[in-house]
């Protein structure tokens, strides 16, 4: 009928789906779609303002750019824990101008309820999302008290999703999915979203950007207007959708978890990140070192890591990297301390800055990166990992060795420690005992090879297969052998904690039983 009354229309602009145009050629078409695009454009920009400030006005104002970072990645790994009651989730955070804007504003409580228009959107964002009434600067410290605080909202949440989904359902709809927010917005400070991987979760935050925007189009033409619930639901549950979910690929072990590996600039825990990141997890990557940082980040894809400077033995430092984290992935799962240094010399040329040095980057930067870490863990309610790598001279007494191998003896026993106080709250510590990893490995490349070549009267040249000779199945030890059995402790031994795992091609030496 239109196009009988309207022979020279070029388009057509349908509610809650959007705009169709055509041409006589493909190009003819795009320009006609770029056209009416730009004059739709022009016209919102006309209007906004002359009837009345922008969502109302503003309402609240916005935390400064360090205190909102702040925030959200001390109430980063609480939301997540929540979010993932039904199965783990990962996180993304936006402080991105056109959220604050919309969240800081006197119609957040009008619009936030009314979800999205467009069913792109939806499909990624879900029916609504959940705003916190908490206050944006108020002291997160308190975690147990913010939980309580936050838990009603999320049961009330979830509450509300399951009368949606019985009121609309049909008889042939799928069964309930996941009930809980896909979209968080806590006014003052940002966005958070929560889905199953990164790329999913970064995905959903700027669909609903752009839900944002046809709200604000909307209301500066006359009221914005949401998709109908049945509507919405038929969609949600559209059994075309089901079938396209139930074929995706069965998902990677390690998927919907976040690893943080120290020393990941190189060596050993390069390769434990590298092993973690194939198995599906999101790695975070800390070195002292920012070049091999960088040149390390270079092996993973897009939504995949981040690295973050980190000096193990600094408090602050450590801290820093786990709010890296937090920002990025919602909170950490794994935490591998890799980070090492190795000095070999007699006891009476081992000097106290020897001494300091492997105490303060072996044991206290693991006393730090657990402390620091199961803080997380434990405001996620999700169990965890610590896997600390140790070494077989913890083990074995040998000579030229006090420094180091008293340090790792110390890594071992605090693993234990930790294991017997995590162990009820499902977070499970385990060492890896590796030995004479020479090829790959960082702490080769100092004066540590020299020394040990020096305590056995051989060459340097000579180590790598002086150590493939000495154990019981004359192998070399790589450091992809060592991510091997981090990965077993992770994905697999998902019962075993207290323990140690020696990678060593058997040194009867060192045998734990």
């Known amino acids: 009928m239109t196009l009988a009354y309207n022979p020279g229309i070029r388009g057509i602009v349908l509610g809650g789906h959007g705009l169709f145009t055509w041409g006589d050629t493909s190009y003819e078409c795009y320009i006609n779609s770029l056209e009416v695009i730009e004059m739709a454009s022009n016209y919102i920009e006309e209007r906004e303002g002359k009837t009345g400030p922008v969502f109302g006005g503003q309402k609240i104002e916005s935390l400064s750019k360090a205190k909102r970072l702040d925030q959200a990645a001390a109430i980063a790994p609480i939301l997540r824990g929540l979010c993932s009651s039904h199965q783990r989730m990962i996180g993304h955070f936006t402080d991105d101008e056109r959220v604050l804007q919309f969240i800081n504003s006197h119609d957040l409580g009008r619009l936030a309820p009314l979800g999205t228009s467009c069913p792109d959107h939806f499909l990624r964002t879900k029916i609504q ?48 999915r996941d009930p809980n927010p896909v979209v968080i917005l806590y006014p003052g400070v940002g966005m958070f979203t929560f889905a199953k991987n990164k790329q999913t979760a970064r995905v959903a935050s700027e669909f ?9 189009g909307a209301e500066a033409i006359t009221e914005y207007t949401a998709l109908p619930r049945q509507e919405a639901f038929d969609i949600e549950y559209w059994l075309l959708e089901e079938a396209k979910l139930q074929r995706m690929p069965k998902e990677k072990p390690l998927s919907r978890k976040v690893a943080l590996v120290t020393g990941a600039g190189g060596g050993i825990g390069q390769a434990i990140a590298e092993k973690l990141a194939k198995a599906g997890a ?29 000096d193990v033995a600094n408090m602050d430092s450590v801290q820093n990297a786990y709010k890296a984290a937090c920002l990025a992935f919602g909170g950490v799962d794994i935490i591998v301390h890799s980070a090492g240094l190795a000095i070999s010399k007699p006891l009476t040329e081992t000097e106290e800055k020897d001494w300091d040095i492997l105490q303060n980057v072996l ?42 191998g008293t340090a790792k003896a110390a890594q071992q026993h605090m693993t234990r420690l930790l294991a017997a106080e995590l162990g009820p709250e499902k977070i499970r510590v385990n060492t890896v005992n590796p030995d004479g990893v020479v090829i790959g490995s960082k702490i080769w490349e100092g004066g540590w090879a020299e020394g040990r070549a020096k305590a056995y009267g051989i060459t340097v040249e000579e180590l790598p297969a002086f150590y493939a000779k000495r154990n019981l199945m004359n192998e070399i030890i790589l450091p992809s052998d060592i991510a091997n059995a981090v990965f077993a402790l992770t994905a697999i031994l998902d019962k075993t904690t207290g323990n140690m795992i020696n990678v060593d091609g058997g040194m009867a030496t060192a045998f734990a039983r």
């Open 208 to 216: 609903y950007i752009n839900a944002i925007n046809v709200m604000r």
């Open 129 to 176: 999302p959940l705003v916190l009434l908490i206050g944006a600067s108020g002291d997160l410290s308190n975690t147990e008290k913010v939980q309580a605080e936050l838990t009603p909202a999320f049961e009330q949440y979830r509450k509300e999703y399951a009368e949606y989904y019985e009121s609309c359902k049909r008889d042939t709809s799928p069964a309930m």
């Open 363 to 404: 044991v206290k930067g693991q006393f730090y990166m657990a402390k620091e870490g199961v803080k997380i863990l434990r405001n996620q309610g999700l169990g965890g990992d610590l896997i600390h790598i140790a070494s077989k001279n913890g083990l074995v007494a040998g000579k030229n060795n006090v420094g180091y």
């Open 282 to 310: 999101n790695v975070v990557l800390t070195d002292i070192s920012l070049e091999r940082l960088q040149e390390a980040d270079k092996n993973f894809g897009k939504d995949v890591s981040i690295y973050s400077l980190c």
